[in-house]
């Protein structure tokens, strides 16, 4: 008898992007609707990197990365741990893409309204919400149903 070895959930990074208008960007999925811009992280790719590429792929433009602002565990088969981060707008034209119907920039309030899904709008909330303090949440599906939540202290230099 073999012992399963393979990885029990897939990693998962997002960001809140914002420009130099404090406008949020979000991408229109073919199938989810407006979310954040989010992806797999590849094998072998460090979550930075993977955060770089999945907002160039899904809206055509490069970002700086900022604080780490909530770490969600799907706790719904298929798991998932999602870091989500906030991050700045850099440059670059906005496009859709293989993984994106539409991309734009939204006031906040705007950006609320669009994004319906019940734990995306969730996610959306709680980055808006970011007190520099990195946020745990862990939930279900099916209904959504936030399981735990913690904070993991504030982002600061020691």
Avoid at 15 to 36: D, F, S, T
């Amino acid at each position: 008898m073999s012992i399963d070895t393979s990885p029990r959930h897939t990693a998962v990074v997002g960001c809140l992007v914002r420009n130099a208008e404090n406008r949020v960007l979000l991408i229109k999925h073919y199938k989810r609707g407006w979310e954040i811009p989010q992806g797999r992280v590849e094998e072998g790719e460090n979550l930075l990197d993977a955060l770089r590429r999945e907002v160039k792929e899904e809206a055509g433009v490069e970002i700086e990365p900022g604080p780490l602002a909530v770490v969600w565990s799907m706790l719904t088969p298929p798991s998932a741990v999602i870091f989500t981060f906030l991050g700045r707008y850099l440059s670059g034209e906005l496009c859709s893409s293989d993984d994106s119907v539409e991309a734009g920039w939204f006031a906040e309030e705007e950006a609320l309204g669009l994004v319906t899904g019940s734990v995306m709008h969730d996610r959306l909330q709680v980055l808006l919400d970011y007190q520099d303090t990195t946020l745990y949440r862990a939930y279900t599906t099916r209904p959504y149903q936030v399981q735990l939540e913690a904070s993991l202290g504030p982002q600061s230099a020691a």
